[in-house]
Nanobody, 115 residues
């Protein structure tokens, strides 16, 4: 499985960005797709996840502001981020858990929220 993340950028506080994670390869083996983020000097934290059945989960810090969704026709999982805050600044990574319980990572995409 290969994952390609895109959509990061610079936005003012209160603004919105939409990240995309395009999957290729053995996509039918993917059970869960997740978005993580890592701020400078911090650990990598789980932001949101979506299962093959469409069940979603969010970190408390983003509930009500971020929405994860999947487009099966495009093999893409998106993260819509609204009401962005400076503390959302981080490198965002997409991750896939497959049936063999291996995980795959995409490259990061930088999100910078200015105050």
């Amino acid at each position: 499985v290969q994952l390609q993340a895109s959509g990061g950028g610079l936005v003012q506080a209160g603004g919105s960005l939409r990240l995309s994670c395009a999957a290729s390869g053995n996509i039918f083996s993917i059970l869960v797709t997740r978005w993580y983020r890592q701020a400078p000097g911090e650990q990598r934290d789980l932001v949101a996840s979506i299962t093959i059945g469409g069940v979603t989960n969010y970190a408390d810090s983003v509930k009500g502001r971020f929405t994860i969704s999947r487009d099966n026709a495009k093999n893409t999982v998106s993260l819509q981020m609204n009401s962005l805050k400076p503390e959302d600044t981080a490198v965002y990574y997409c991750n896939a858990l497959v049936v063999s319980y291996h995980t795959y990572w995409g490259q990061g995409t930088l999100v910078t929220v200015s105050s």
